[in-house]
């Protein structure tokens, strides 16, 4: 049986979106894909990257002030 992936702290690793991006640039690069249409792909990445890491973040810290507030009570 195979360890089971945390795919919502994965999502959340800006190592993660790197390692996409660079996988991905490499195959489109190697099947001989425009540089134009490579950049635009990996803008696209990053962009849904960077929107994992921020919601996730966000998504940590409203738990932590829910959770604090329901300690003060």
Same mark, same amino acid.
């Given at each position: 049986?195979?360890?089971? *992936?945390?795919?919502?702290? %994965?999502?959340?690793?800006?190592?993660?979106?790197?390692?996409?991006?660079?996988?991905?640039?490499?195959?489109?690069?190697?099947? =001989?894909?425009?540089?134009?249409?490579?950049?635009?792909?990996?803008?696209?990445?990053?962009?849904? =990257?960077?929107?994992? *890491?921020?919601?996730?973040?966000?998504? %940590? *810290?409203?738990?932590?002030?829910?959770?604090?507030?329901?300690?003060?009570?």
């Amino acid at each position: 049986m195979g360890t089971k *992936i945390d795919w919502k702290r %994965k999502l959340s690793s800006r190592k993660f979106w790197a390692y996409l991006a660079g996988i991905v640039s490499s195959l489109l690069f190697t099947f =001989g894909v425009a540089e134009t249409e490579v950049t635009q792909i990996i803008g696209i990445i990053s962009a849904f =990257g960077t929107m994992a *890491i921020y919601l996730f973040t966000e998504g %940590k *810290i409203d738990a932590a002030a829910v959770k604090a507030k329901t300690n003060k009570q």
